[in-house]
């Protein structure tokens, strides 16, 4: 791979990362696996029948993806209307307050590195269309792109597709087998995707992709044995 590509691959990723696709992404997938397995494990662990496992999953399934896909179009939404009320003020501000914008991107510029000639050549030229400056000032000094905020219809539905990807894998095995082999297979599937999840998010920050796999595994395990524990002490309360 040319250093071109490289670093178009990366700037790609740094734009996922600032819109929040990643972090969607990862939240919809991972929230997918662990919520409906602790439901599964759970309800099964309390001794129920496999219609009403799967009941309760799909149950769990539908009530997350339909909660993520809200919470990240909210999310988002308010993300962007939040930073349109700077915009707003931002403009009033050229109107209004045209020198002190001018002169605070020329400071920006000189302390990135520019001599002050230089910054304040920049400063006068970006000064003289009104867009452009309340653009630049946004970009320089408030340090955020107008167009790469983010989309909430975009963010809701890859919440709600990616979790529901992620709770299938746990969900999968009670379609067709039940009991203790539906459990293991619940728990397989769930482990894998969580490897795979785990390894992703490390091999993204440039850390060890097999911790990052361990540990996601661990979470995974960890949640897995406390709720079919739960369901289990009350299957047997309750009989």
Request: charged share 15%; proline share 2%.
């Amino acid at each position: 791979m040319d250093k071109r590509k490289e670093s178009e691959i990366l700037a790609k990723r740094a734009l996922q990362i600032q819109r929040g696709g990643a972090r969607a992404a990862v939240l919809g997938v991972n929230d997918g696996l662990v919520s409906v397995l602790c439901i599964v494990l759970a309800v099964a662990g309390a001794g129920a029948e496999t219609k009403t496992v799967l009941l309760s999953g799909f149950a769990g399934l539908l009530a997350g993806a339909v909660s993520m896909a809200a919470g990240e179009w909210i999310s988002v939404q308010a993300q962007v209307e939040l930073f349109g009320g700077v915009i707003k003020d931002v403009k009033m501000l050229v109107k209004n307050d045209r020198n002190i914008l001018v002169e605070q991107i020329k400071e920006t510029f000189m302390k990135s590195g520019h001599t002050e000639k230089t910054a304040h050549v920049a400063a006068e030229e970006i000064a003289q269309n009104d867009d452009h400056l309340t653009d630049e000032y946004i970009r320089h000094v408030m340090s955020f792109i107008p167009e790469e905020l983010g989309s909430p219809l975009q963010a809701a539905v890859s919440s709600f597709t990616l979790f529901t990807a992620g709770a299938l894998a746990p969900l999968l095995p009670w379609f067709f087998v039940h009991g203790v082999f539906a459990i293991s297979l619940s728990m397989l599937f769930t482990a894998i995707g969580g490897l795979i999840v785990g390894a992703y998010i490390s091999a993204s920050s440039g850390e060890s992709r097999v911790a990052g796999a361990l540990r996601q595994l661990g979470i995974i395990v960890l949640a897995a044995v406390v709720t079919y524990g739960v369901g289990y002490l009350f299957g047997i309360s309750s009989k």
